[in-house]
């Protein structure tokens, strides 16, 4: 028994549409950037900054104490390539901030905190952050419009 080898008609160039293949590209291009979670770095906290007319744009650094209008206190630094926060109180904060100054090469401390706070907690958090290792203190304001 003979196999025979079927034979095509035309034996032209096949043509590749590129209209479909662009819709599928978009399509795929569209998904992902929905699908994508962006990071804020201040997700999670409601602080309203007091506002300045002078302000010197500094990058988050590794690590901010972060401090809302109930005075809870949340402490954000970098491990590693992730951002992470925690939630403490005035009593643990000088432990945990030592903690984290002694891994950080960076000693500086940012601190965040909302316009309606006193003056006099404020202070207790920058006394508190000095006793923890800090070699310098910097206040987060928001650009005044």
Same mark, same amino acid.
């Given at each position: ?13 096949? #043509? ?5 293949? #662009? ?6 291009? #569209?998904?992902?950037?929905? !699908? ?8 999670? #906290? ?51 901030? !030592? ?6 090469? @960076? ?8 316009? !309606? ?6 202070? @207790? ?8 290792? !800090?070699?310098?203190? @910097? ?7």
């Amino acid at each position: 028994m003979k196999l025979q080898r079927l034979k095509r008609r035309n034996s032209g160039s096949i #043509i590749l549409e590129m209209t479909p293949l #662009i819709d599928v590209v978009f399509l795929l291009l #569209i998904f992902f950037l929905v !699908a994508t979670s962006f990071e804020d770095i201040n997700s999670g #906290i409601k602080i309203d900054l007091p506002q300045s007319t002078i302000r010197e744009i500094k990058a988050v650094k590794e690590l901010q104490v972060d401090i809302t209008k109930g005075k809870t206190i949340y402490v954000k630094y970098q491990e590693g390539n992730e951002r992470k926060s925690i939630k403490v109180t005035k009593d643990s904060l000088k432990r945990v901030l !030592a903690d984290k100054l002694e891994k950080s090469q @960076d000693k500086t401390v940012i601190i965040s905190g909302d316009k !309606a706070l006193d003056y006099g907690f404020i202070v @207790d958090i920058m006394t508190i952050s000095k006793e923890a290792g !800090a070699s310098e203190l @910097d206040i987060d304001t928001m650009l005044e419009k």
